[in-house]
């Protein structure tokens, strides 16, 4: 009965129930509710003894029972009558803040007899919304009867907060209790697998959405992504074309995702297909085509890119600065990617670390270092790439007085885990002659790769240092990772100063036996 009675009648009701008794009646001018800000108000607001709680979390007994005091009323009939889950499932959707949302939990908490899915369900969600995940679990736990929508909200709790695991878990629950699930469900899965790369499980979720018929835009737009992201583009390209209606989202991760694989023509013939078919491209479609101009070094390209986005107000996005900044370095145009940068009314990590990365990368080590002190006397945060960048800056000239800085800096806010930083450490200091911090800073390293190793054996023959270098060669073999051509070089460029023949001819055999594409050594 309820269910069909208009919604300013019921916010009336509801309006009633919260009132205290004592309280004087609103004015009929008011009587499409407390949500109406439209008409007169009243000389006196009531105020609802539920939304004056000292702790919202915790209602005080008195308060509660006050709304129940009369006693020609049966207190449950007189909330079955004022409650009603619609309602109360469309004021958490509009709470602003967790106060809010503690204070209608404690209405429902108090105004029904039994649980209601329903509304249970809406208040995971907003307890989800504002980041509250112990509260949801809490919630969650004491429900006594979850459906799909319950175990979605969990899952997509976890999803939103990288807790990868717990989804898995979450959802192993979900498939022991029998409870079947939905697109939403299969949606959440999907970016969790494409997280953790996990392309075994993304493949059996992408079945259950066959099997149970669950294919949509979105689902079909996740499951591109997850290919994508996984690396697979032959069966991301195979479900693209298959889909019956695609979005400006799904076109977006197939342009992203071959600019990321380093197939920038064949990002930018999907731009164009897109232009010719009519879709509205978004900052993330120009960021990714942005990407794959400078991949595919298509300056004429970019410079359209460039010109359509001044046209159409664009450049007031920090992103796509950035991306510029970013288009305009690859082709090798400095000035150009200064200029943008120079431009920015907002200037983000990204930005910086990309205009520092172009001046070191065309030999203009000196402003990039510049740069550098610029970003630090803004305090302005720096990530990996930026740390990289400007230790191949100091490298590039030899500056070891900065490189050391930067070390001290990278012990102090990185960690080791990260081996493209020790590689490039590595490669820093041997390019300055200091070959024993080389040697240092390779074993301090948890994790080398051959790009390590071959950064040390080079060091070592640049200074001379044959005998290290072979040392270095042998120890990388024996743990297990494999030279490659420019291993080999630096290997042998040690053997030709030390005269040694026999070295060099089974180092000669050694990369013939396992270098698959022959290359001049």
């Not at 803040?97 to 039994?114: I, M, N």
């Not at 022991?176 to 059996?204: H, I, M, P, W």
């Not at 992201?229 to 889909?243: I, K, P, Q, Y």
Request: aromatic letters at 10%; one cysteine or more.
């Amino acid at each position: 009965m309820l269910a069909s009675l208009p919604i300013q009648v019921y916010q009336s009701k509801f309006q009633c129930f919260l009132s205290l008794k004592s309280s004087p009646p609103i004015e009929k001018e008011n009587k499409s509710g407390f949500l109406n800000n439209n008409r007169r108000k009243p000389k006196r607001i009531l105020k609802s003894p539920c939304f004056s709680f000292p702790d919202p979390s915790i209602p005080s007994q008195t308060t509660q029972n006050s709304v129940f005091d009369d006693s020609n009323q049966n207190p449950d009939a007189s909330i079955y009558e004022l409650l009603d889950p619609d309602f109360l499932s469309h004021s958490l959707r509009s709470c602003s803040t967790l106060r809010e949302v503690k204070r209608l939990h404690a209405v429902v908490l108090k105004g029904f007899r039994r649980p209601v899915t329903f509304v249970d369900n809406n208040l995971i969600s907003t307890y989800v919304r504002f980041m509250r995940i112990v509260d949801a679990e809490r919630l969650f736990d004491g429900m006594r009867d979850r459906d799909v929508v319950s175990w979605t909200a969990m899952i997509t709790a976890y999803s939103k907060t990288g807790m990868e695991d717990e989804v898995l878990q979450v959802f192993e629950r979900m498939v022991e209790d029998r409870v079947v699930a939905n697109g939403s469900t299969y949606v959440c899965l999907l970016n969790s697998c494409s997280r953790r790369s996990d392309f075994d499980l993304g493949k059996q979720v992408h079945a259950c959405v066959v099997k149970g018929s669950w294919s949509n835009l979105i689902v079909n737009s996740t499951l591109v992504h997850f290919y994508a992201r996984c690396g697979d583009l032959e069966a991301a390209f195979r479900l693209f074309d298959s889909m019956p209606k695609r979005d400006v989202v799904s076109w977006t991760t197939m342009v992203a995702a071959c600019a990321q694989h380093g197939h920038g023509g064949e990002a930018l013939s999907l731009f164009a297909q897109m232009q010719r078919e009519g879709v509205r491209v978004n900052e993330f479609t120009v960021c990714s085509t942005l990407k794959a101009c400078g991949e595919s070094k298509d300056l004429k390209f970019g410079r359209q890119l460039h010109g359509a986005s001044i046209k159409k107000g664009l450049m007031l996005d920090v992103f796509i600065g950035s991306s510029l900044v970013g288009m305009y370095v690859k082709c090798g145009q400095v000035v150009d990617a200064r200029a943008v940068f120079d431009s920015m009314p907002r200037r983000n990590t990204v930005s910086w670390t990309s205009m520092i990365a172009g001046y070191a990368q065309n030999g203009v080590a000196e402003e990039a270092i510049n740069l550098f002190r610029r970003m630090k006397k803004r305090r302005i945060l720096t990530n990996s790439l930026t740390v990289v960048s400007i230790l191949s800056a100091c490298g590039s000239i030899s500056s070891l007085c900065l490189g050391k800085e930067i070390h001290a800096r990278i012990l102090k806010y990185f960690t080791w885990s990260n081996t493209h930083i020790g590689t490039t450490l590595v490669w820093f200091y041997s390019k300055c002659g200091e070959y024993k911090y080389a040697s240092r800073v390779l074993k301090d390293m948890p994790l080398r790769d051959v790009f390590s190793w071959t950064a040390i054996i080079s060091g070592y023959a640049q200074n001379g240092v044959g005998v290290e270098a072979l040392g270095s060669l042998s120890d990388m073999m024996w743990e297990g990772v494999d030279p490659n051509p420019f291993t080999y070089s630096s290997a042998l460029k040690a053997c030709a100063k030390l005269e040694a023949i026999r070295e060099g001819q089974w180092i000669h055999a050694s990369a013939n036996k396992r270098v698959r594409s022959p290359m001049c050594l």
